[in-house]
């Protein structure tokens, strides 16, 4: 692991140490726990913005909707 500074006000930095004691974990851990949350985050919602725009150019056939619709009931009787 590399080691980085960053800064953090003085709310912040006591909300991670309060988590981070009441968790026992340190504060590192606590920030890369938190990042990485982040950054799940943000590709998920890129992917669904991604996927949207893409319905939109192409929007999907409506009769094979209704294919699948008519096989999933199929599968409930």
Do not use: C, H, Y
Not at 2 to 28: K, P
Not at 37 to 49: C, D, L, M, S, T
Request: charged share 35%; no cysteine; aromatic share 8%.
């Amino acid at each position: 692991m590399r080691n980085v500074q960053i800064s953090f006000d003085e709310n912040l930095l006591n909300s991670v140490d309060r988590i981070a004691s009441s968790s026992n974990l340190s504060r590192s851990a606590v920030v890369r726990e938190a990042l990485k949350a982040w950054i799940r985050e943000r590709e998920v919602k890129q992917f669904e913005e991604e996927w949207i725009k893409t319905l939109k150019e192409n929007p999907p056939d409506l009769d094979d909707s209704e294919a699948w619709i008519r096989v999933e009931q199929w599968g409930d009787k």
